[in-house]
């Protein structure tokens, strides 16, 4: 069985607000998006697609995947304009996979732990995402901030990466999804729930495992790092 992470790097960072992109941020003296390629690497993943923005490939290549003696990155491309345009440039290379882990290159912290608990789940149910539940309690409001519901907490869960799937089913997913232009699916998972009516389930993933999204989150990923050294 072929196991292929695709790691996504091709995101503007525009909630970050600084002028290198936020995977290539320097965090503790390593960029940000080293760290979840040396956990694949050192993992039992097959290959590594590495999806950037488009002109990004060479300096990667260069001062990320060569300079961190990544060896399992097969490919280099660019990704899209919307996450799922990446996703979906991601999926093409990878076709001779029987399953794939997709994953943001802003998540630093994933480990070979979570990484092969990921692949485990997905050979059993072809169809899976790491998730926490909530620690906060959610409100839905309407359009005008007024409270309508809170949905039990035990029951809501914020989603990770890796998604993982079959290959054959994500990628029919995409293909339907991209035909279609449907911007309002906004992860993986989704894709699959919707279009194939396959259940999703859930991978306990871990408090640790952050989307590097606006620059406090910089301060909190150095912390960690810190804590771990
Ligand atoms: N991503 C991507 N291609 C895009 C958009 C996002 O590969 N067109 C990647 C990002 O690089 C990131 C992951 O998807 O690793 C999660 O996206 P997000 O946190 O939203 O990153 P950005 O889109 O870069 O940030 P923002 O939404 O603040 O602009
Ligand atoms: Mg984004």
Redesign the pocket.
């Known amino acids: 069985m072929k196991y292929t992470a695709i790691v996504?790097?091709?995101?503007?960072?525009?909630?970050?607000n600084s002028t290198v992109?936020?995977?290539y941020m320097m965090l503790e003296g390593k960029p940000v998006l080293a760290y979840s390629l040396e956990a694949f690497e050192n993992s039992r993943i097959d290959e590594i697609i590495l999806?950037t923005g488009r002109g990004e490939e060479e300096y990667v290549k260069r001062d990320i995947v060569d300079a961190y003696g990544i060896r399992k990155v097969t490919h280099i491309i660019a990704?899209?304009?919307?996450?799922y345009?990446?996703v979906y440039e991601g999926l093409k290379a990878a076709s001779g996979s029987d399953y794939v882990l997709i994953h943001?290159?802003?998540r630093p912290f994933v480990t070979e732990g979570l990484i092969h608990r990921t692949m485990e789940a997905v050979t059993k149910k072809q169809a899976c995402v790491v998730g926490m539940p909530v620690k906060d309690t959610i409100k839905i409001a309407d359009e005008n901030g007024i409270v309508c519901s809170t949905p039990d907490r035990s029951r809501v869960w914020m989603v990770q990466t890796p998604q993982a799937f079959a290959y054959e089913l994500v990628y029919h997913a995409y293909t339907e999804m991209v035909a279609r232009q449907d911007c309002s699916i906004t992860d993986d998972a989704m894709a699959v729930e919707q279009i194939c009516k396959t259940p999703v389930v859930l991978v306990e993933g871990s408090y640790r495992n952050i989307?590097i999204?606006t620059p406090e989150d910089m301060l909190i990923a150095a912390a960690f790092v810190r804590s771990e050294k």
């Open positions: 996504l790097a091709a995101g503007k960072g525009s909630r970050m992109s936020k995977q999806v990704g899209g304009k919307e996450r345009h990446s943001d290159g802003a989307k999204t």
